[in-house]
Nanobody, 122 residues
Framework: QVQLVESVGGSVQAGGSLRLSCRVS????????MGWFGQALGKEREGISC???????YYADSVLGRFTISRNNAENTLYLQMNSLKPEDTAMYYCAPCTIPTINWPPDFNYWGQGTQVTVSS
């Protein structure tokens, strides 16, 4: 079975940085594009970033220039470096396969992990 395990997030002040990781098992990690999704309280889950098997990257306008997505196929791990964090980045973050040009998850995807909480204070 597919398993997606996100690392512990954290709580930081505005302008700070965090690095998230996601360990994937039960699937060929080097095959699909993988991405990060964020869901703030009271809002729908939305695409944050996506990286293709060949490492082409895509970002939501809101995080462009601040976040960097990467992957280590040998370690079955996805990363998200989050810099210059803003209070509006506060959300639960999840990793999952992704599609483009609109960063989204496959319609039949249902293997969400527990996610990891990121809280940014003013």
């Amino acid at each position: 079975q597919v398993q997606l395990v996100e690392s512990v997030g954290g709580s930081v002040q505005a302008g700070g940085s965090l690095r998230l990781s996601c360990r994937v098992s039960g699937v060929f990690f080097g095959g699909p594009a993988m991405g990060w999704f964020g869901q703030a309280l009271g809002k729908e889950r939305e695409g944050i970033s996506c990286i293709s098997p060949r490492a082409s990257t895509y970002y939501a306008d809101s995080v462009l220039g601040r976040f960097t997505i990467s992957r280590n196929n040998a370690e079955n791990t996805l990363y998200l470096q989050m810099n210059s964090l803003k209070p509006e980045d506060t959300a639960m973050y999840y990793c999952a396969p992704c599609t483009i040009p609109t960063i989204n998850w496959p319609p039949d995807f249902n293997y969400w992990g527990q996610g990891t909480q990121v809280t940014v204070s003013s």
